[in-house]
């Protein structure tokens, strides 16, 4: 079992950044792939980054977003800029014993509760 919880989300007006953490107990955190998926209201769940070997960001936030790990602290961090309205959703951070980071939220075993972001204009 891995028992992942987010923090950071917050209000921030367009342009603005947030650094959003998630914090990992349990089974060796290294061993697993770590993503990131925001789910806006009304639609599905979506991929934004993961982190294993390499690093893999959705179209939408590549160049704007930055995922990173520290093994020593058992956290991901999700360090997001220029951020834009359609930004504004429920982010969550997940584990995946898929080496790769997969995009496929399928892939992934363990989620956290989620932490919200809202982008105003």
């Known amino acids: 079992q891995v028992q992942l919880v987010e923090s950071g989300g917050g209000l921030v007006q367009a342009g603005g950044s947030l650094r959003l953490s998630c914090a990992a107990s349990g089974r060796t955190f290294s061993d697993y792939a770590m993503g990131w998926f925001r789910q806006a209201p009304g639609k599905e769940r979506e991929f934004v980054a993961s982190?294993?070997?390499?690093?893999r960001y959705a179209d939408s936030v590549k160049g704007r977003f930055t995922v990173s790990r520290d093994n020593a602290k058992n956290t991901v961090y999700l360090q997001m800029t220029s951020l834009k309205p359609e930004d504004t959703a429920v982010y969550y951070c997940?584990?995946?014993?898929?080496?790769?980071?997969?995009?496929?939220?399928?892939?992934?075993?363990?989620w956290g509760q989620g932490t919200q972001v809202t982008v105003s204009s």
């Open positions: 982190i294993s070997w390499n690093t």
């Open positions: 997940a584990a995946s014993p898929v080496v790769a980071g997969p995009t496929d939220p399928s892939w992934y075993l363990y």
